[in-house]
């Protein structure tokens, strides 16, 4: 059984920043890729960043070059650095251990003046 317990999200204006962080348990974290999706109500959940077990990343477009995605192994966490939010970064963030269903609660992310 895994559990992942996402954080760190808020309320930000444009051009700010936030990080996200994914707390994993479970000893076989540092041998999974993992990675952040977001979903806008009405909308299907769409990923944003990976990361595989040895650091390897990949993003999507619409956040390349603004979003860092990064793991900590010894603490079973994986971030989400967002710099220069934009309004259409709104949306609820969740984590995923890759090829996996198991996905964490979310964490709302508001991007405005």
């Known amino acids: 059984q895994v559990q992942l317990v996402e954080s760190g999200g808020g309320l930000v204006q444009p051009g700010g920043s936030l990080r996200l962080s994914c707390a994993a348990s479970g000893s076989a974290f540092r041998f999974k890729a993992m990675g952040w999706y977001r979903q806008i109500p009405g909308k299907e959940r769409e990923a944003v960043a990976s990361?595989?077990?040895?650091?390897?990343?990949n993003y999507a477009i619409s956040v390349r070059d603004r979003f860092t995605i990064s793991r900590d192994n010894a603490g079973n966490t994986v971030y989400l650095q967002m710099n220069s939010l934009k309004i259409e970064d709104s949306a609820v963030y969740y984590c995923r251990l890759l090829e996996s269903n198991y996905w964490g609660q979310g964490t709302q992310v508001t991007v405005s003046s």
């Open positions: 990361i595989s077990a040895g650091g390897f990343t």
